[in-house]
C-alpha cells in the first residue's frame, strides 16, 4: 500500500473562503478527519464565480419519518457495500453493529480504491448467538461459552479493500489485507508498565467511534466497556469491589475491566494493534487528532456518560500517543487542567502513581474539577474556523433531553494552548430540528454534516419529548447559500436505528454511512421490528451503505473541484 501523503495546504483553503479566525496561520497540512469525517481535500482552484455558484445551491431535506426504511433526500441515493454475517475472506465476516467508518485510499491518485476499516460496537445476542434476554432474567441462563465466543467474535473492527466499480463500491473479497480484529484479539498495551498485572489485553469491545492517524494507522475507540466485563469501583476509603457486566461475558471470561475503555490503534496493512494508555481510560467516543507543526499530536476524546468529561493530550514528543499529557476540561473557566500525579497533590492523596491516574480517569478528572457535561461524544475540528466542535447528546437526569453542540475556541488558535473559550454552537430541540446530536462530519466545502442518537426506547412515544422527530435521522448544516446555518435533514433511519460513522470518499462524491442496530427492540426471530436491509431472509442487518448523487456533488463542489 503506498502512504498516502494528505498534503493539503489548509492556510490557502481558509484563506480563499474568507472566513479564517486569528491565529489559524498555524494550521499544518494534516486536519485530517478524526472521528467521522473525510479524507483531506488537496487543492482549491481560486475562482472569482465561486462563491455566486455556492449560494445557487438548492437542499430540499426529508420531513421526519417512522417508516422502516432507509429514505434520504432528493437527489441522493444508496446502496449497500458490507451487511452483518458476510464474507470478507475465506475465514473471516464482516462483524455486527457497525459503526465508525474511516476509508483510506491505496494510492493518491486513484480515490476509488482503498481500505474500509469499520468498528463493531456490540452485538444483539437474540441475531448473533441465538440467546434471547428477553425471555430470561439471568444473562447466564441457557447461554455456553460458544455463544459467548460468538459475540466476542462479531464486536471490534473490519479491514475490508472497496472498489467503485460502475458507480458501485463492491469488497474485494480474499484481499490479503482484510482481515477481523475481534473480542478474542491479543492486543498490547502502549505503555511501559503492566496493566492490571498484563502487557496484553484480550480483544477490543464496544469500539464505537474513531479517528485516523497522520501516519495513515486506525484508531478506534472502547466506549462502553463496562457492558462486557464490568468495572472495578472504588468508595470513599479507596477500597475496591467489583460491578458485574450487563452483557454477562464476565461469567465466562475473567478478563480484567481495566483492559478495556482505551483507545486502540491498527494498522492496516498487517492488523496488528496498539491499546494507548496515555490517553486515558473512560467512554471513548473518538480521538480526533491534530498535528502541530513540529509534529507533536494533539488528541482530543469526550467521555460518552452524563457528567463526564472532555479530554486532551499534547505529546511531547514528535507523533507520539505515549509521551506527554493528558488534560482535562474546564469549560466554565476555560482551562486545560493537567492530570499528572507528580504535580497534582489532589492525585497523589488518591492514587498511587500515574498509571493508576490513567486507568481511573474519570476519578481524577472529578477529583481535578473538571466540568461535568452531557454526554461527550464525537469530536470535530471545523476546517474553515479552526474551532472544535463536540456532541453533547443529552442528559435526561439534568433535563436536557435534545442536547446541544459544544464550540470550543482555543487561546489565539493554538491547539496546544492551555486555555479556551467555550460556548454553544447549535442547541438541539425542535427550533432548530434537530435532537441528540452524535456523529459530526464536515465536508470537502465545510459543511457540517450530524447524526442523532435517540434511544430506540424513546423514539416514536407520543409521551416522550422525541415523538416529532420520528426515526433517528442524518442532517446537514450548509455554510453557504440561502439556507446557510439551517439544519437539514436528508436521511431517515429504519425503525430502531440509528445512522452512525459518516465518512467522505477523498473525491466528496461518495459518503459512507453505517446503519447500526435496526430492529434492535425486536422480540424474536420470527417477529423483529425491522426488517431492513429488505434481502432473502428478512433479518435486520446492520451495514454499511454508500450514499452517493447529484445533491451529494454539489454540497462538496466536486464538479467545482475535480
Known amino acids: 500500500m503506498e502512504k498516502k501523503s494528505n498534503v493539503y495546504d489548509r492556510r490557502e483553503f481558509i484563506s480563499f473562503l474568507g472566513k479564517a479566525s486569528v491565529g489559524l496561520t498555524i494550521i499544518p ?79 493518491d491518485d486513484n480515490p476509488n480504491d482503498g481500505l474500509l476499516w469499520v468498528n463493531h460496537e456490540y452485538v444483539n445476542p437474540l441475531f448473533v448467538s441465538g440467546f434471547n434476554r428477553n425471555e430470561l432474567k439471568n444473562p447466564s441462563e441457557h447461554r455456553t461459552v460458544d455463544q459467548v465466543n460468538k459475540e466476542m467474535y462479531n ?13 458501485k463500491w463492491k469488497p474485494i473479497l480474499n484481499d490479503p489485507r482484510n482481515r477481523r480484529i475481534t473480542g478474542h484479539t491479543k492486543i ?12 496484553e489485553a484480550i480483544g477490543t469491545n464496544s469500539n464505537c467511534s474513531g479517528g485516523i492517524t497522520p501516519w495513515n494507522t486506525f484508531l478506534t475507540c472502547e466506549e462502553n466497556y463496562d457492558s462486557f466485563f464490568g468495572e472495578r469501583e472504588f468508595d470513599a476509603q479507596n477500597v475496591a469491589s467489583k460491578r458485574m457486566s450487563s452483557m454477562g461475558w464476565d461469567l465466562f471470561y475473567d478478563f ?16 496488528k494493534a496498539l491499546k494507548h494508555v496515555a490517553l486515558g481510560r473512560f467512554a471513548h467516543e473518538c480521538c480526533t487528532l491534530f498535528e502541530l507543526q513540529d509534529k507533536r499530536i494533539v488528541a482530543y476524546s469526550g467521555d460518552d456518560k452524563n457528567d463526564e468529561h472532555l479530554y486532551k493530550f499534547i505529546s511531547s514528543k514528535p507523533g507520539s500517543l505515549k509521551e506527554g499529557t493528558l488534560y ?13 500525579w507528580e504535580t497534582q497533590s489532589k492525585l497523589q492523596e488518591r492514587f498511587t502513581n500515574q498509571t493508576e491516574v490513567l486507568i481511573r480517569a474519570r476519578e481524577a478528572a472529578k477529583i481535578l474539577g473538571a466540568t461535568p457535561l452531557n454526554r461527550p461524544e464525537d469530536i470535530e475540528i471545523d476546517p474553515i474556523t479552526g474551532h472544535i466542535f463536540v456532541s453533547l447528546t443529552n442528559n435526561k437526569a439534568k433535563g436536557d433531553f435534545h442536547g446541544s453542540i459544544l464550540k470550543i475556541e482555543e487561546d489565539k488558535g493554538a491547539y496546544d494552548a492551555l486555555s ?19 456523529n459530526l462530519a464536515f465536508d470537502l466545502a465545510g ?16 409521551e416522550k419529548p422525541y415523538n416529532s422527530f420520528k426515526n433517528n435521522g442524518l442532517f446537514v448544516i450548509p455554510r453557504y447559500g440561502e439556507r446557510e446555518g439551517e439544519v437539514i435533514q436528508v436521511a431517515s433511519a429504519p ?17 459512507f454511512l453505517s446503519v447500526q442496530h435496526p430492529g434492535e427492540l425486536s422480540e424474536s426471530i420470527e417477529k423483529t421490528t425491522s426488517k431492513w436491509p429488505f434481502d432473502a431472509d428478512g433479518i435486520p442487518k446492520p451495514s454499511v451503505v454508500a450514499i452517493t448523487g447529484e445533491l451529494l456533488e454539489k454540497l462538496t463542489h466536486y464538479n467545482y473541484l475535480k
Not at 328 to 340: E, F, H, L
Request: with cysteine; net charge negative; aromatic share 12%.
Open 495 to 511: 425503525t430502531d436505528a440509528e445512522l452512525t460513522g459518516p465518512w467522505f470518499a477523498p473525491d466528496g462524491k461518495t459518503l
Open 29 to 107: 497540512p494534516f486536519l485530517a478527519g478524526c472521528g467521522n469525517n473525510t479524507t483531506p481535500l488537496k487543492k482549491v482552484k481560486n475562482d472569482e464565480n465561486y462563491f455566486n455558484r455556492l449560494k445557487k445551491i438548492e437542499v430540499k431535506g426529508i420531513k421526519p419519518t417512522d417508516k422502516d426504511d432507509l429514505l434520504l433526500a432528493q437527489g441522493l441515493s444508496y446502496h449497500v457495500v458490507l451487511s452483518w454475517g458476510e464474507k470478507i475472506n475465506e475465514k473471516d465476516t464482516f462483524g455486527f453493529n457497525n459503526d465508525f467508518n474511516c476509508f483510506i485510499p491505496i494510492s
Open 188 to 199: 498490547k498495551f502502549n505503555w511501559d508498565e503492566p496493566i492490571y498485572g498484563a502487557k
Open 155 to 167: 464486536v471490534g473492527g473490519s479491514i475490508v479493500r472497496v472498489q467503485k466499480v460502475n458507480g
Open 420 to 438: 479556551f473559550k467555550a460556548s454553544t454552537y447549535k442547541a438541539g430541540g425542535e427550533a432548530n430540528g434537530f435532537s441528540c446530536p452524535d
Open 256 to 271: 480484567p475491566p481495566e483492559h478495556y475503555g482505551w483507545v486502540v490503534e491498527v494498522n492496516p496493512q498487517n492488523g
Open 447 to 462: 459543511n457540517l454534516w450530524i447524526t442523532s442518537d435517540i434511544s430506540g426506547t424513546s423514539m416514536n412515544h407520543p
Open 328 to 340: 482535562v476540561a474546564d469549560t466554565i473557566n476555560g482551562i486545560w487542567i493537567p492530570m499528572v
